[in-house]
């Protein structure tokens, strides 16, 4: 099943040349290419299937400051303000929101970690408030039950992963970029060492800058230009309820269960950090550089089936720029859910909110969420490879920080200030398989 996205129509003729090409129309792609155009460049966008139909309509929607990790906070903290700043400036609909999150707890361990994160983030100048066991009862009180502990985080928010890359591909559009669906990159045409055009299955595209956004792509399509790019990807699963008259919180974790409510009022469900790791050869590839990342996370990892091979996005195979690539072959990746995780995750948020026993299974849908070994992205300009700037690998966290990682890459393209240290995102640092400090879902 697929999840809810507004669709989008396609610019009417692929161009002979831009200023930047930008592969891959999910958050990232958009963005980035949504900032560089109103800085004048002329960009194109090329994606194979639609316009944010794979991770960025697959998430939760949560656009969140709390527990990031330090590399990731300056980005999450200046992306909740580009989104608001987006809706003012463009008209569009993304469906965002400072809505508040909410994180409720009976263990107390895992309510100190959340006051530990609050300490950091006053150093950061982000306020998150510790609920006390009564004021995180009230606040959960659809829940009909007792807490011990909690956070509400009020600067945060979400956006409706729906509605959101559609929205800035729109907004592109009406900049003059142009947005090219089914539409797959093959690769990357050189001279003398530098891009010089990106080779689409609809023709080749002249430019001497070409963003890589292409999601648990990037991997495959980086090992075509000799670059090591350590990628693993984690079939997770979304359940959905249909829109209720109950007012329930609008985002709300647990461990057991999270629960986020979507612009038309009905709710996803999903159980965080539960998933399946599909076993391809490349996750075997990369499988010592992953050890710490599963070592944090077995508890709710667990093996899975042929999905991975059958997506084609972890192939280890080298493909010409003449003939169909697997990228053609897979317009959308649409993996099964895992049917455990769909009645456990429904289960549990009934267990939760009870109300939620009326409405039913509306739909489920997976997604692949692609992580690097050390749960940040990288981003930047890869140096074996002038003019090819790679931005991928969101680990998870993708779709709240996009705004930021658009406007960052929008930066580097254009050698203005960067809007925070890109230096934690370096790509450089995939070349070594040194173990990096792993960050927190
Ligand atoms: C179940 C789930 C829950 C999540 N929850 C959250 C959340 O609550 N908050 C949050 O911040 N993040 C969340 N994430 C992560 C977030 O969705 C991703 O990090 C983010 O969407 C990544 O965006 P992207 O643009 O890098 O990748 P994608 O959205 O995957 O887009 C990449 C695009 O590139 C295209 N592409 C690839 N190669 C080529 C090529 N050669 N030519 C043309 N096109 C190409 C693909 O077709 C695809 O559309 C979640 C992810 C999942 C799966």
């Known amino acids: 099943m697929q999840p809810p996205l507004r669709s989008l129509d396609s610019s009417p003729q692929l161009p002979s040349h831009a200023d930047v090409v930008v592969i891959g129309g999910g958050i990232i792609g958009v963005f980035a290419a949504y900032y560089m155009a109103r800085r004048g460049l002329s960009v194109a ?247 710490p990342m599963f070592a944090k996370r077995w508890r709710n990892v667990f093996p899975g089936g042929l999905e991975g091979i059958r997506g084609g996005h972890e192939s280890l195979a080298r493909w010409g720029l003449d003939a169909p690539t697997p990228m053609e072959r897979a317009r959308i990746l649409n993996p099964r859910p895992d049917a455990a995780a769909v009645k456990q995750t429904y289960e549990r948020a009934v267990e939760l909110l009870p109300a939620l026993g009326h409405a039913g299974i509306a739909n489920a849908w997976a997604g692949f969420v692609d992580s690097t070994p050390d749960g940040v992205p990288g981003i930047g300009e890869v140096w074996e490879v002038p003019g090819f700037i790679l931005a991928a690998g969101f680990s998870g966290h993708g779709f709240g920080i996009g705004p930021g990682a658009g406007h960052l890459i929008a930066d580097l393209v254009t050698g203005a200030e960067p809007i925070f240290d890109p230096a934690p995102y370096n790509p450089a640092r995939f070349k070594q398989s040194a173990w990096g400090k792993v960050a927190d879902f």
Not at 99 to 121: H, P, Q, T, V
Not at 172 to 188: K, P
């Open 45 to 291: 966008v090329v994606e194979k299937g639609r316009i944010g139909a794979e991770q960025s309509s697959r998430n939760w929607g949560w656009c969140r400051q709390q527990n990031r990790d330090a590399r990731e906070l300056p980005m999450a903290t200046r992306s909740l303000e580009l989104w608001e700043q987006f809706a003012a400036d463009s008209g569009e609909d993304t469906g965002f929101s400072r809505c508040g999150l909410m994180y409720l707890s009976n263990d107390e361990e895992e309510i100190a970690r959340w006051a530990k994160w609050r300490d950091f983030a006053r150093t950061a100048g982000v306020t998150t408030h510790m609920l006390s066991g009564r004021e995180a009862t009230e606040r959960g009180r659809a829940t009909g039950r007792a807490w011990k502990g909690g956070v509400f985080s009020p600067s945060d928010g979400t956006a409706d992963p729906g509605k959101a890359a559609p929205a800035v591909a729109a907004a592109l559009m009406r900049l003059g970029g142009s947005v090219h669906q089914n539409c797959a990159a093959r690769g990357i045409e050189l001279e003398g060492g530098r891009v010089s055009g990106v080779v689409t299955e609809a023709g080749t595209i002249k430019t001497r800058t070409a963003v890589y956004a292409g999601g648990a792509w990037a991997s495959s399509f980086c090992r075509q230009l000799g670059i090591r790019f350590p990628q693993a990807t984690v079939r997770q699963t979304i359940v959905r309820v249909p829109p209720m008259a109950q007012q329930l919180p609008d985002a709300l974790h647990t461990a057991r269960v999270s629960v986020t409510r979507r612009s038309d009022g009905s709710y996803n469900l999903a159980i965080s950090g539960r998933g399946r790791v599909d076993p391809t050869a490349q996750l075997l590839r990369f499988a010592p550089q992953f050890l």
